[in-house]
């Protein structure tokens, strides 16, 4: 058996400066909060890493703390919220401010990117994007003629993230993994991610079914509640409390800190 059992640190210890950094989960749903925990305390520790650029389907209030230390970049997301408890506060000032890169995508761009890399190949084509004015915040985003019809199609580049952070609800120790029905998009971050972390509920000897397979998988930390505040079904349900704290106490750097001091103390 292949052990990738490691620490919770080790696993933040993962991430490099200028990496793609795509957290796991829908959201407010399993979300890899454990993992964003040790990730803001190696980098209040060590400045590292920085210059990160995070892609995320949906991006929640994970997405919205990372964003707060300075260490994201750019964001690629075709949504960034905290659903019915409503903006994500660091995202909206930030962007606002003009300290944030917004990468322009849509859920068309997002899925054919990845369905470019699971390919293997550089780009997929699709009618997405085709008669509106996105192309235009989008130049990487070209046009190419269908050989077969004729038809102007879109070309999505394909997307590859550096490291994908998902959240299972049982792992084993080689890397298989499951994660329950509402999947999002993690099992294809698993297959084109260079390198896959898994966070779980509990750690068991074998699987008998697995969403995510251990080829795909590079290490599993034993991470329990590890999705909190965000919810686990069916496990736990999410920390409304906290959420609506987060969204409600939180509008500028300082506000930002305090409240980000005091989650990492308890």
């Not at 915040?137 to 003629?145: A, K, S």
């Not at 029905?181 to 079914?209: M, R």
Request: charged share 20%.
């Amino acid at each position: 058996m292949n052990n990738k059992c490691i620490s919770i640190e080790e696993a933040a210890s993962m991430v490099n400066p200028g990496d793609m950094l795509a957290p796991g989960g829908m959201t407010i749903y399993r979300r890899p909060m454990a993992f964003i925990r040790a990730l803001l305390q190696r980098f209040f520790n060590t400045g590292k890493p920085d210059n990160l650029t995070l892609m995320a389907f949906t991006a929640g209030i994970e997405s919205d703390i990372l964003v707060g230390t300075g260490m994201i970049s750019t964001v690629r997301s075709c949504y960034f919220g905290l659903e019915i408890f409503g903006l994500a506060p660091m995202f909206t000032l930030m962007a606002n401010q003009g300290e944030l890169k917004v990468l322009e995508e849509t859920e068309a761009s997002l899925a054919y990117g990845l369905r470019a890399s699971l390919a293997g190949i550089g780009f997929m084509p699709g009618l997405g994007w085709v008669g509106t004015d996105l192309p235009k915040l989008r130049p990487d985003v070209r046009t190419i003629t269908d050989p077969y019809s004729g038809e102007v199609l879109m070309a999505f580049p394909a997307i590859k993230p550096d490291i994908a952070v998902i959240h299972a609800l049982q792992a084993d120790p080689e890397g298989n993994a499951l994660i329950g029905d509402n999947k999002g998009i993690d099992v294809e971050l698993s297959g084109v991610a260079k390198t896959v972390i898994i966070t779980a509920e509990e750690i068991v000897p074998e699987l008998d079914k697995a969403n995510i397979v251990a080829p795909w998988v590079d290490a599993v930390v034993h991470a329990p509640q590890g999705a909190l505040p965000t919810s686990c079904h069916p496990l736990y349900s999410l920390d409304g409390d906290m959420i609506l704290a987060y969204s409600e106490q939180v509008n500028d750097k300082e506000s930002w800190s305090k409240f980000v001091d005091k989650w990492l103390i308890n």
